[in-house]
């Protein structure tokens, strides 16, 4: 079997309400034409999840995600599973790392163990940066995140929702500061700050213990 063409579509489903979140779309979906007489193509949902799980390692760019769907059908297909093109394929965090460093080891070994690393943006408002973290930090410890979560789930929001959440000062009601205080620093942040707040949100509700994941799995769910 070989994977013959992968491409990235910008049509969506459901998950196209909630736009893009730090440069990063809610989610893509890809289709994989397989050339061993399936006539019809795959469909693959990245999710946000999915994105910001790889972001941890590396930039992000269509190419790279094409030759991680390419090893991920490749290896599931030898292993006996026949992909339907009825069924949207949605793939796991845990996968796609294992993939991306096996490509990574790989690619090191064949240039005697250069590593590149990805460039840190800097923050351009320090202070304002700094606020607004102490904010979803806060809102996400131990002592706050079920509270936390509840509120968004009565808001009628998922948790993705970062700018929703903000401007209904959720944040703000499960820390105990003034109402406001959080979309008032995010508004006067740089935009490249914003971007980084978003994704510093995104990438600590992906951190939530599983337990209280799973208890509020309805926030967490896409559309």
Known sequence: MATTTITRTDIFGPEQVLGEQGGMKAASRYWVDLGNGIENRIPVLVTLANQIALRNETVTNAT???DILAGYFQQ????????????EVTLKDEEIL???????????LATEGVSFEQAQIAVQDAAG????????????SQANVDKFLKSVK????????FEKILNAALLEKVTGTRQGEAATVYQKLPTSDQAQVRELYLVAIEQVASDLRRKHQKV????
């Open 64 to 66: 790279l995600w094409k």
């Open 76 to 87: 599931r297909i030898a292993s006996g599973w026949k992909p339907s093109p009825k069924s």
């Open 98 to 108: 294992s993939i991306f460093r096996d490509k990574k080891h790989k690619a090191e």
């Open 129 to 140: 940066y700094e606020k607004a973290r102490t904010l979803i930090s806060g809102a996400l």
């Open 154 to 161: 009565s808001a009628g929001f998922k948790i993705r929702d």
């Open 220 to 223: 967490y769910e896409y559309a």
